[in-house]
């Protein structure tokens, strides 16, 4: 709607969607953190079983690349005592897999990785390390949340992390600032200051042609 209001035509708007479908599903950062919207997949045993996913579709119900976007550590992920080994249905969002610290180690130990970073659920904080592996005393997952504020609604501090090869990874944490003044319908705000200037220039004018 905003781009047909805007731009008169739905053209912007496609071209918009065909930009957004070539983003990629997953990020090797500095060789050591995969990064991705969701989690990890059963289907997925090596970084180019990724390379191979078409993702010039739109999402579907199951499968990779749904898991990779829609996927989450299991409710026992943190817990020392759970021995589950890969991975079981995800419940609560019927669809993609819960995955487990196991399974999670597995994986980053075949890809010669140091942790998995997903952005998929609020964090109170910006961000929460999870269990750490046991091989590099890292976490194995890390969510992080780089919208303040989200929805407007639970009034979370957003954050990135910052990596680099020399030092440790650090947190930036950033608070919500207010939006901006938006005008009902889009309009233009020029052309919505427009009607005031003339209408009190007229009647300025009228008040000094009065005067005579």
Request: glycine letters at 4%; proline letters at 5%; one cysteine or more.
């Amino acid at each position: 709607m905003e781009c047909q209001k805007k731009y008169g035509s739905k053209t912007v708007y496609n071209a918009l969607m065909e930009a957004f479908d070539t983003l990629p599903v997953c990020a090797l950062v500095d060789s050591r953190f995969l990064c991705m919207h969701g989690g990890l997949s059963p289907d997925i045993r090596i970084l180019s079983d990724i390379d191979n996913l078409n993702r010039f579709v739109e999402t579907p119900n199951s499968g990779p690349l749904c898991d990779l976007l829609w996927s989450d550590p299991s409710e026992d992920f943190d817990d020392s005592k759970d021995q589950q080994s890969g991975f079981k249905p995800n419940t609560h969002r019927h669809c993609a897999h819960f995955y487990s610290f196991n399974g999670c180690e597995d994986f980053l130990l075949r890809n010669n990785l140091l942790s998995i970073i997903r952005g998929h659920e609020v964090q109170e904080n910006g961000v929460r390390f999870f269990r750490k592996s046991s091989h590099t005393n890292f976490p194995a997952v890390i969510s992080l949340f780089s919208a303040p504020n989200y929805c407007d609604t639970y009034n979370n501090i957003a954050a990135i992390l910052k990596i680099d090869n020399n030092q440790p990874v650090s947190v930036v944490q950033i608070e919500a600032r207010g939006h901006p003044f938006v005008l009902q319908n889009f309009e233009n705000g020029f052309q919505f200051c427009e009607r005031f200037i003339l209408y009190y220039a007229t009647h300025l004018l009228l008040s000094i042609f009065n005067m005579y």
